[in-house]
């Protein structure tokens, strides 16, 4: 039998080292809050404010590093950037001098005037970034946690099952807090957008979540269409997001943060229907999607497989994000390969 001896080594063998740069409330209560619960990894943070690193250093019971080189310098199989998405590009560029092995980011994944401003610049930045990882040989990955939502998982299960289809027509309402997010499943369910065309209205929103308004109709590549509406307008009480899905067989709604799935089927009596038990709320749902898309990423890491949502899911994202902006500046229709091909 194996001694104590051999089974620590056996152990440091299996050990992961992860950095997390930005700590910030989404950083804190929903990434070292389960990360610095599991086994066998060890955690590094980093921050501008030296004393906030120094805090969540004692309450998770992981290092703190006082500069982004010292961080680097720590022999990570992977970085998460949870900074402000303001700062996601600079942050990693930076850490990309050092040729980490995997970058993890979070939405969007890149937006120098915040999330609910995305520009078209955005999106070239984005495709800086994937080069630049690519000549560092780093693996950039995107929390897309959507895709983690119980009855997202269900859905995409179901349309497999009852053959459904490709998606014909979608339209989306949706709160800028959550917009990249449902532009990502947009695309997940029904494939690549072709051309937009949008307007924009009046500005709207907190000072923490403020933007134009912006309605935007789409063609995809596969002959479908639809229209997607955003705004930081609507009440945060309120659904953050509504959505109906018209397939090829069959027509599906949801809405808000994992609360809602509706399935109408042709040649059936009775609509299905899935909702939240009594004893649960969206913000069980969202910190539960959190936890599964950290599990099944470092997964990839412990297996050294591909993350399961790459950056290029986000570039393609700023891609849509930056036809829509373009359309509603100029007044026309914008191509999204031809006026923002994604060369690399």
């Known amino acids: 039998m194996p001694d104590k001896k051999e089974n620590m080594t056996a152990e440091m063998k299996n050990t992961i080292r992860l950095g997390v740069v930005g700590l910030g409330n989404v950083a804190q ?14 955690l590094f943070c980093c921050s501008r404010d030296p004393e906030k690193a120094k805090a969540c250093a004692a309450r998770f019971g992981i290092h703190a590093c006082t500069t982004l080189e010292e961080l680097a310098g720590m022999h990570l199989d992977a970085v998460f950037i949870l900074t402000l998405e303001q700062f996601h590009y600079g942050t990693a560029c930076r ?42 040989g780093t693996e950039i990955a ?11 998982i269900r859905l995409r299960r179901l349309v497999e099952e009852r053959d459904l289809g490709p998606l014909r027509q979608s339209s989306w309402l949706v709160h800028y807090a959550c917009w990249s997010h449902c532009l990502d499943l947009l695309r997940w369910f029904g494939g690549e957008i072709a051309e937009v065309s949008s307007v924009s209205g009046m500005c ?31 009440a945060f009480e309120l659904p953050l997001y509504r959505a109906v899905l018209q397939f090829e067989r069959g027509t599906v709604s949801f809405s808000d943060l994992d609360v809602s799935l509706q399935f109408d089927l042709p040649g059936e009596a009775y609509q299905e229907s899935f909702t939240l038990g009594a004893n649960r709320s969206r913000w069980d749902q969202y910190a539960a999607s959190f936890e599964k898309s950290l599990a099944a990423y470092l997964e990839s890491v412990r297996m050294k497989r591909p993350a399961p949502v790459g950056g290029m899911e986000g570039v393609r994202e700023l891609q849509l994000e930056a036809a829509l902006r373009r359309s509603a500046a100029t007044g026309r229709r914008v191509n999204l390969g031809r006026e923002f091909p994604i060369t690399l």
């Open 95 to 136: 850490l990309l001098e050092f040729s980490p092995k995997r970058l993890f980011i979070e939405k969007p994944l890149v937006a120098r005037n915040g999330q609910a401003e995305v520009c078209e610049q955005d999106f070239f930045d984005a495709l800086d970034l994937l080069t630049r990882a690519k000549r560092a």
């Open 29 to 42: 209560n929903n990434y070292l809050s389960y990360l610095s619960r599991q086994e066998n990894v060890e």
């Open 204 to 234: 709207c929103g907190s000072d923490s979540l403020r933007g134009a308004d912006l309605a935007g109709a789409f063609t995809m590549q596969n002959g479908g269409c639809g229209s997607i509406v955003g705004s930081a307008g609507a």
């Open 142 to 152: 995107m929390n897309f946690n959507y895709r983690f939502f119980d009855q997202m």
